[in-house]
């Protein structure tokens, strides 16, 4: 049943999720802001043994030892119709995939140490939530019950604490790594590598919700996420869209906006962005292979590039995007969906099978959910996935902070360092920690 009444009050707790989309200032890329209860089910997949557990109120449901097997499931659990008022998402799987879900897909090294406690992947089935739109309409969606209702967590500032915070690279070591990329790509083994680094600090003092909270006032973000899960939480505060599906009277329709360039906000800094000879072709790069992607799941003749470039503007940063779709043919199902794309281009480099081999190589850890995707899927068929960047992932008593950047021929080291700290200036102040010197 859908009806229209006031949101009901929601808490920052483990279980409780959020998709933000409509605050700030929405695009027509994101509009849709979603918040969610305590699930009816799980499906959680352990990254060191690849068991895929499915869970409900009573315990174990349904067990998988092949993780795709799992997610091919999920995807086709249940159908139903939301109406022509109805958002995007009336309901159903809400979730994470982590960057190494690429793992199961093509065959790579493994020298990365492995040191996050956190799913290779891990979804959540709800059948209640509050839809907000950008333009103010507030949607129930109730198939069951409604939310539980609650009161938001208070709102501490943590600004001027003394935090440690450390890098898995040194300033040196970094500006080394993009050395290193650049000698692959004069040697003729790839065009681009995305390159980053994660810089972490210990949890004390530091709440989930309460960092969400002010990335939510601060820097609000097209394709925001809140995922707690208890021993685990994501923050994503991400301005780039993965995929997104909508099913029509012509087939399923895909789109994929991938980000290339950067440039912090400022006077001029969006005409230099927009003039960069060395930026557009790092996009042109993305673009080149995300049409090569998604046409190997896309109906013959249907892709096309809607839009080459565009210069688009958030809280701290100027981006350059673009927009590439297609038709999905009617034998694709949300593996085949994976296997084509995942994980997204920008945030791997191309050709993306050896630039991934690559960042195996310099990257000293596993990138987990970072660069990996945060979304849903619709009981209705549509479907939307973030590309995990401007995440802060908490784990195991520790906060971490991963930022990169696309590596080209002739990028300048000390300014590719310099991007990844203006990429995580929204998260350091969220978190109230002072960016390390260069």
Same mark, same amino acid.
């Given at each position: 049943?859908?009806?229209?009444? *006031?949101?009901?009050?929601?808490?920052?707790?483990?279980?409780?999720?959020?998709?933000?989309?409509?605050?700030?200032?929405?695009?027509?890329?994101?509009?849709?802001?979603?918040?969610?209860?305590?699930?009816?089910?799980?499906?959680?997949?352990?990254?060191?043994?690849?068991?895929?557990?499915?869970?409900?109120?009573?315990?174990?449901?349904?067990?998988?030892?092949?993780?795709?097997?799992?997610?091919?499931?999920?995807?086709?659990?249940?159908?139903?119709?939301?109406?022509?008022?109805?958002? *995007?998402?009336?309901?159903?799987?809400?979730?994470?995939?982590?960057?190494?879900?690429?793992?199961?897909?093509?065959?790579?090294?493994?020298?990365?140490?492995?040191?996050?406690?956190?799913?290779?992947?891990?979804?959540?089935?709800?059948?209640?939530?509050?839809?907000?739109?950008?333009?103010?309409?507030?949607?129930?969606?109730?198939?069951?019950?409604?939310?539980?209702?609650?009161?938001?967590?208070?709102?501490?500032?943590?600004?001027?604490?003394?935090?440690?915070?450390?890098?898995?690279?040194?300033?040196?070591?970094? &500006?080394?790594?993009?050395?290193?990329?650049? /000698?692959?790509?004069?040697?003729?083994?790839?065009?681009?590598?995305?390159?980053?680094?994660?810089?972490?600090?210990?949890?004390?003092?530091?709440?989930?919700?309460?960092?969400?909270?002010?990335?939510?006032?601060?820097?609000?973000?097209?394709?925001?996420?809140?995922?707690?899960?208890?021993?685990?939480?994501?923050?994503?505060?991400?301005?780039?869209?993965?995929?997104?599906?909508?099913?029509?009277?012509?087939?399923?329709?895909?789109?994929?906006?991938?980000? /290339?360039?950067?440039?912090?906000?400022?006077?001029?800094?969006?005409?230099?962005?927009?003039?960069?000879? /060395?930026?557009?072709?790092?996009?042109?790069?993305?673009?080149?292979?995300?049409?090569?992607?998604?046409?190997?799941?896309?109906?013959?003749?249907?892709?096309?590039?809607?839009?080459?470039?565009?210069?688009?503007?958030?809280?701290?940063?100027?981006?350059?995007?673009?927009?590439?779709?297609?038709?999905?043919?009617?034998?694709?199902?949300?593996?085949?969906?994976?296997?084509?794309?995942?994980?997204?281009?920008?945030?791997?480099?191309?050709?993306k099978i050896r630039a991934m081999?690559?960042?195996?190589?310099?990257?000293?850890?596993?990138?987990?959910?970072?660069?990996?995707?945060?979304g849903y899927l619709s009981l209705?068929?549509?479907?939307?996935?973030?590309?995990?960047? &401007?995440?802060?992932?908490?784990?195991?008593?520790?906060?971490?902070?991963?930022?990169?950047?696309?590596?080209?021929?002739?990028?300048?080291?000390?300014?590719?360092?310099?991007?990844?700290?203006?990429?995580?200036?929204?998260?350091?102040?969220?978190?109230?920690?002072?960016?390390?010197?260069?």
């Amino acid at each position: 049943m859908i009806e229209v009444r *006031p949101i009901a009050s929601w808490r920052y707790e483990p279980g409780h999720i959020r998709l933000d989309s409509a605050s700030g200032s929405p695009s027509p890329w994101s509009r849709w802001t979603y918040r969610l209860g305590p699930a009816r089910l799980s499906l959680h997949c352990d990254r060191l043994t690849r068991t895929a557990n499915l869970r409900g109120a009573t315990g174990l449901i349904r067990q998988w030892n092949d993780p795709l097997a799992a997610l091919r499931w999920m995807s086709g659990y249940a159908v139903a119709q939301g109406g022509a008022d109805a958002p *995007p998402f009336i309901g159903g799987w809400v979730g994470f995939l982590s960057y190494d879900l690429g793992h199961l897909f093509e065959t790579l090294p493994s020298a990365a140490a492995d040191d996050m406690a956190v799913p290779l992947f891990e979804f959540t089935f709800h059948d209640s939530l509050d839809a907000q739109a950008a333009d103010g309409r507030l949607i129930a969606i109730d198939w069951l019950e409604t939310p539980r209702e609650g009161e938001v967590a208070r709102r501490t500032s943590s600004a001027g604490r003394a935090i440690p915070l450390h890098s898995n690279f040194t300033a040196d070591e970094y &500006r080394a790594a993009v050395k290193r990329v650049i /000698k692959y790509i004069r040697a003729g083994d790839v065009f681009q590598v995305n390159l980053s680094q994660r810089f972490t600090c210990g949890q004390a003092g530091l709440a989930p919700g309460t960092i969400y909270a002010d990335l939510l006032r601060q820097f609000p973000a097209w394709y925001g996420a809140y995922l707690n899960q208890g021993d685990y939480a994501l923050l994503c505060n991400s301005p780039e869209l993965f995929l997104r599906v909508s099913p029509g009277s012509n087939g399923r329709t895909i789109l994929t906006r991938p980000i /290339k360039g950067t440039r912090p906000r400022g006077a001029g800094m969006r005409h230099a962005l927009a003039e960069s000879v /060395k930026d557009q072709a790092e996009l042109n790069m993305i673009v080149d292979l995300e049409r090569n992607d998604l046409g190997r799941i896309c109906r013959v003749g249907s892709i096309h590039v809607g839009e080459p470039r565009v210069i688009e503007e958030h809280p701290t940063v100027f981006h350059g995007a673009a927009s590439i779709g297609g038709l999905l043919r009617d034998d694709v199902d949300f593996v085949d969906l994976l296997r084509a794309t995942f994980p997204g281009g920008s945030v791997t480099g191309a050709p993306k099978i050896r630039a991934m081999e690559i960042i195996d190589e310099l990257e000293p850890v596993r990138r987990g959910p970072y660069c990996g995707a945060i979304g849903y899927l619709s009981l209705d068929g549509h479907l939307e996935f973030n590309v995990a960047i &401007r995440t802060i992932i908490f784990e195991g008593g520790r906060v971490h902070v991963p930022v990169g950047g696309g590596i080209v021929a002739d990028s300048d080291p000390a300014a590719e360092y310099e991007e990844t700290l203006v990429k995580a200036r929204a998260m350091f102040a969220a978190l109230g920690l002072t960016p390390p010197s260069t």
